[in-house]
């Protein structure tokens, strides 16, 4: 194969202005993100820092319309820079969501003209962190258990209850947190409010220490007679569905695109390793089956990476589907494991070293395909639109 033709493949039918932003952040997140990654999980620490890094470049808000100071981007935009912080460093990568994900994209999305005009300027300059609360101790896979209760009272809304597994809430500035506002079983009674962090009877609970992704702040939630004023209620009982569309973009270009890059991450590293690495009087990367072992790996990432970057080019043409967003986050996160494992055991002892990558690697990964609906969750959803004759080719 020609040079050329390598770039072709390497590039996805790329615009040149995207491949410009793709290596821009690149040698940002290479020069400021990557020599801090082991870091940042060593110590639980949310590397915040690198956010403002991203704003002095104007690499937050990507989505949010200029009008509110953001880039007005597409979501392939979103894709590539995210990919790339999340190559440097997964926890900067979850972290740019804060700016780029669920809250921030349900804001514009669904907020009202005061609600997106309060909050957007700031999130577009990462002056202000969002979080997104659903999951409580008995609402994993079945949100439509949420108990926490918001109930109305004379200009305000009080809530009680707790949430928990919320990612960024140790940094975060601004909740967007589903709540039970009717008596009404399931969805039907669930509605959001916006909570800022020093609302009183609101207090970020005790630090959830996972296997991976340590430095994304996360934490339980507790809410004790919180009382917000009635118009930081973001969305009545009713319309989970609209609430759930919005924020099909998110679910591909957050957790998936994260697991792509940290699998990127992974593979380059590991052929470099075996190139250094003599045994038997010769580098491992001269064994044919650990050649072969590469091979798989290659082809693993370039399917997951086509499938993702179609994905979103189909959103961005008005084309969203959830059979798309559902197979490309449930084969992305599997094909990250696969990857990242292969990895750890293709460095022998040192793949299970703090002094080396490829741990970190599989553990930041491995929760991806837990959080953001499960794997199993989503296997659910592709296996409806087949069955209800949805899906065809
Ligand atoms: C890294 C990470 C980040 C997260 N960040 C956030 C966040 O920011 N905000 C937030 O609100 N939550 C967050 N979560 C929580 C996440 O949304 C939940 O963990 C997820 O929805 C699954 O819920 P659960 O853990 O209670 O598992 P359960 O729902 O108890 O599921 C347990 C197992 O049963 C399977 N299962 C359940 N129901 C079905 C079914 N109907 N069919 C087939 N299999 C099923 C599941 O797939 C899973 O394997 C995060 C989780 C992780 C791991």
């Given at each position: ?38 870091r ?120 009680n209850?707790?949430?928990l ?16 506002m ?8 669930v ?12 207090t ?25 004023p ?58 044919q ?15 997951a ?17 959830v ?5 490309t ?14 990895a750890?055991q ?48």
């Amino acid at each position: 194969m020609s040079s050329g033709e390598g770039q072709a493949v390497r590039d996805h039918g790329l615009t040149e202005q995207q491949r410009m932003i793709r290596d821009s952040v690149r040698a940002l997140a290479c020069t400021h993100f990557q020599p801090g990654a082991a870091r940042a999980d060593r110590e639980y620490r949310p590397p915040v820092e690198n956010l403002q890094v991203l704003a002095r470049h104007g690499f937050t808000g990507l989505f949010i319309p200029p009008a509110y100071g953001g880039a007005g981007l597409g979501l392939m935009e979103n894709v590539l820079v995210a990919e790339e912080i999340a190559r440097a460093c997964a926890n900067t990568g979850i972290l740019f969501s804060c700016t780029d994900g669920a809250a921030p994209r349900a804001i514009a999305g669904l907020g009202t003209e005061a609600q997106k005009a309060k909050y957007l300027p700031r999130i577009a300059k990462a002056e202000m962190l969002t979080a997104w609360s659903m999951s409580e101790p008995d609402a994993g896979s079945d949100v439509g258990n949420v108990q926490c209760r918001a109930v109305p009272e004379g200009e305000s809304v009080v809530i009680n209850g707790s949430k928990l597994w919320c990612t960024a809430a140790q940094v975060a500035d601004l909740f967007l947190v589903l709540v039970r506002m009717t008596p009404e079983p399931g969805m039907k009674g669930v509605g959001a409010v916006l909570v800022e962090r020093g609302t009183p009877g609101f207090t970020v609970g005790k630090h959830l220490d996972l296997l991976g992704l340590r430095g994304t702040g996360m934490a339980e939630l507790v809410f004790q007679d919180c009382r917000i004023p009635a118009d930081q209620v973001f969305l009545e009982a009713g319309r989970m569905r609209e609430l759930l569309a919005v924020l099909d973009a998110d679910r591909l270009s957050g957790n998936p695109t994260i697991c792509l890059g940290v699998a990127q991450a992974a593979f380059e590293s590991i052929v470099g390793y075996l190139r250094e690495r003599i045994q038997f009087g010769r580098p491992l990367a001269e064994q044919q089956g650990l050649q072969w072992k590469l091979a798989e790996m290659a082809m693993d990432i370039e399917a997951a990476r086509a499938l993702l970057y179609r994905a979103a080019m189909r959103v961005d043409e008005g084309r969203a589907s959830v059979v798309d967003t559902s197979i490309t986050k449930a084969f992305v996160n599997q094909m990250s494991v696969r990857v990242t494992n292969e990895a750890v055991q293709l460095a022998g002892a040192c793949g299970l070293s703090q002094e080396y990558p490829y741990e970190r690697h599989y553990r930041d990964v491995r929760g991806m395909s837990i959080g953001y609906g499960t794997i199993e969750i989503h296997k659910n959803s592709i296996a409806r639109e087949i069955l209800s004759g949805r899906y065809s080719n």
